[in-house]
């Protein structure tokens, strides 16, 4: 008999109002709770990060390979940065 992998351990983050309004509504839009959409997230290996976190990186990476960007709640998205 295999034994289940058992999820034993956690991780934390904390996040802005905005942020986890993001992901509140992503879970809901896969019929998840916020956890279960951050574990699927995770599981993908699919970096992910906010446009201002993007938009304020000092360089870009410059790794040979091709990248896609989506943007996600661009109403969300503020004009302003700040410099």
């Known amino acids: 008999m295999v034994k289940p992998n058992l999820r034993t351990r956690?991780?934390?983050?904390?996040?802005?109002?905005?942020?986890y309004a993001q992901c509140e509504?992503?879970?809901?839009?896969?019929?998840?709770?916020?956890g279960e959409w951050c574990?699927?997230?995770?599981?993908?290996?699919?970096?992910?990060?906010t446009l201002q976190r993007h938009l304020r990186r000092e360089e870009?990476?410059?790794d040979g390979q091709k990248h896609l960007y989506v943007l996600d709640e661009s109403s969300l998205a503020s004009t302003k940065t700040d410099e």
Do not use: F, N, Y
């Open 25 to 34: 509504r992503a879970a809901q839009m896969s019929a998840k709770t916020v």
């Open 39 to 49: 574990h699927k997230l995770a599981e993908s290996g699919i970096e992910s990060g």
């Open 10 to 19: 956690s991780i934390g983050t904390k996040v802005s109002e905005d942020e």
């Open 60 to 62: 870009q990476p410059d």
